[in-house]
């Protein structure tokens, strides 16, 4: 069966046409192919392989400093998205949660006071009978 593969998530041609990965970065040229025959040169392979790496290191802190650009809004989406799920839900909360809003029209919209109480319970502190003594000793 024959597909697009801009269409499929998996491929490369997906992931560069949706912005996904890099398209335009000088390091992908020396990643292509090359069918030129070259005598052997042991100066010539240490450079290269000297080159390959710097190269990839290169490739490395732009693809990071790419990710990092193309992530920078997620947190905030996020938690804009949190928000809204929690004002949607909000019947579904314990009933030990006090939510207390403060009026929009009052305050102009300026101010909106939440705070939740939730009950916690105390840490039981742990005890050990110790053999021969009886007596009972804490332990941290």
């Known amino acids: ?23 335009v970065d000088s390091t992908l040229t020396f990643a292509a192919r090359r069918n030129i025959p070259v005598r052997y040169n042991r100066d010539l392979v240490a450079t290269t392989l000297k080159a390959m790496q710097r190269v990839s290191e290169i490739r490395n802190r732009r693809e990071r400093v790419f990710y990092k650009n193309r992530m920078a809004g997620n947190k905030e989406r996020e938690r804009v998205a ?9 019947h579904l909360l314990p009933k030990s949660t006090v939510v207390e809003k403060v009026d929009e029209e009052m305050t102009g919209g300026l101010v909106e006071k939440t705070s939740v109480a939730i009950s916690v319970k105390p840490a039981r502190s742990k005890r050990i009978l110790v053999v021969g003594h009886g007596e009972e000793m804490d332990v941290d």
């Open 1 to 23: 069966m024959k597909r697009n593969p801009r269409k499929l998530k998996w491929t490369k041609a997906f992931r560069k046409s949706a912005g996904k990965e890099m398209v």
């Open 82 to 90: 949190n928000r809204k799920l929690v004002a949607e839900n909000e």
